[in-house]
Each structure stands twice: as structure tokens, then as C-alpha cells.
């Protein structure tokens, strides 16, 4: 048997709806058959957020240049702010043979649609709007006019769900996890 080949599962869904956590946790029961992609943002940091960790935290001016010398697999502009993934250590990875998550929005999922379609694309929703609404509420990291942005641009991408090979509602933690992990190792992400 060869070498196992590596493939790239894109994560997306509206922002609130529990990405980050459900990623966490996946990566908490199989942190070793797994890599995460970390994300190069222009937005400031949260309290709790370090440079490297959770994100890399550039200057717009900074950003702009990587994207001039196509060191992005995908980038995006939401609520203001750049977000890319880096492309020279996720491809790395997946000539490896890693399974490689990347977490990122719409806008980024279609131009790994577009520039990778062999990647495995995973829609997680909310319940409902009401439900992310008060998800986003709960963080107090955003004031309400950003929050109505927000919950704006979420009714747009549930729209979009159609778009992902699978959607995963994350209405009971576990429950989603448990369909996260049958998507990822038993299911369509691995060829």
C-alpha cells in the first residue's frame, strides 16, 4: 500500500455559529491525525489571541504584499478586515499526506472551490438566525451595529450551503462534533 495522500477539508460557515469550537474539539480527540491551518487576519487581535497561534496578525500594507507574490491559497475581505491562508505549508502538508482543516469564510471556501477542488468542504449552520444572534451576544466582543452586520451577512451564506459537499446544524455540541468527525474520517474527506 503507498503512501496515504494527503487532502485538504475546508470548514465554513457564518461567523458565531461555533466553527472555531467544534474545530477545537475535533482537534482535542485527534490532534495527531489532523493539521490546522492558521489564518494571516489584518483584524486586531482579541484579548485572549496570540500572533501564531490562533491567527497571524499582519499589517493591511504587509498582507497586500504576500498577496501581490500569491503567497495565499484563498483570501477575503469580511466585515472589513483581510483574511488568507498561507499556501506554501498547507500545500507542504498535504504532499505529506496530512488531512489539513482550514477554517474560513464564504468568500474564501469559493476560491478553494475555485483554485483547489479536490478539497472536502464542510458547512456548519446555526439552529436558526436567532440562536446565532445570541451565540454573538454572548462573546461581548462586538458592538451591536458590527453584531447586525454580522447576522446580516450569516443569512446570506446559509444560502450558500448548497455550494458545501456537507452541512453539519450545530444545535447540540456533541451531536455536531460526532457528524464533524464522521465527515472528516468517515465520510467523503478521505479519498
Known amino acids: 500500500m503507498g503512501e496515504q495522500q494527503g487532502r485538504l477539508?475546508?470548514?465554513?460557515?457564518?461567523?458565531?455559529?461555533?466553527?472555531?469550537?467544534l474545530l477545537q474539539k475535533l482537534c482535542d480527540r485527534h490532534g495527531s491525525h489532523l493539521r490546522?491551518?492558521?489564518s494571516a487576519t489584518t483584524r486586531s487581535p482579541?484579548?485572549?489571541?496570540?500572533?501564531?497561534?490562533?491567527?497571524?496578525?499582519?499589517?493591511?500594507?504587509?498582507?497586500?504584499?504576500?498577496?501581490?507574490?500569491?503567497?495565499f491559497l484563498e483570501w477575503a475581505e469580511y466585515a472589513g478586515n483581510l483574511y488568507g491562508t498561507p499556501r506554501p505549508a498547507v500545500m507542504d502538508w498535504i504532499s505529506?499526506?496530512?488531512?489539513?482543516?482550514?477554517?474560513?469564510?464564504?468568500?474564501?471556501?469559493?476560491?478553494?472551490a475555485q483554485s483547489y477542488p479536490a478539497a472536502y468542504r464542510i458547512f456548519?449552520?446555526?439552529?436558526?438566525?436567532?440562536?446565532?444572534?445570541d451565540r454573538l451576544r454572548q462573546r461581548f466582543t462586538e458592538s451591536e451595529?458590527?453584531?447586525?452586520?454580522?447576522?446580516?451577512?450569516?443569512?446570506?451564506?446559509?444560502?450558500?450551503?448548497?455550494?458545501?459537499d456537507c452541512t453539519i446544524i450545530n444545535d447540540d455540541l456533541e451531536e455536531a462534533l460526532g457528524e464533524l468527525e464522521l465527515a472528516v474520517f468517515g465520510g467523503g474527506a478521505i479519498p
Open 9 to 21: 477539508v475546508v470548514v465554513s460557515g457564518p461567523s458565531g455559529v461555533g466553527k472555531g469550537t
Open 36 to 38: 490546522v491551518s492558521i
Open 46 to 71: 482579541r484579548p485572549h489571541e496570540v500572533h501564531g497561534r490562533e491567527y497571524f496578525f499582519y499589517s493591511r500594507t504587509d498582507f497586500e504584499k504576500q498577496l501581490a507574490l500569491g503567497e
Open 96 to 112: 505529506q499526506g496530512e488531512l489539513v482543516l482550514l477554517e474560513i469564510e464564504l468568500q474564501g471556501a469559493r476560491q478553494v
Open 124 to 133: 456548519i449552520a446555526p439552529p436558526s438566525l436567532a440562536v446565532l444572534e
Open 145 to 164: 451595529s458590527v453584531i447586525a452586520q454580522r447576522v446580516a451577512i450569516a443569512r446570506e451564506e446559509l444560502a450558500a450551503a448548497a455550494e458545501f
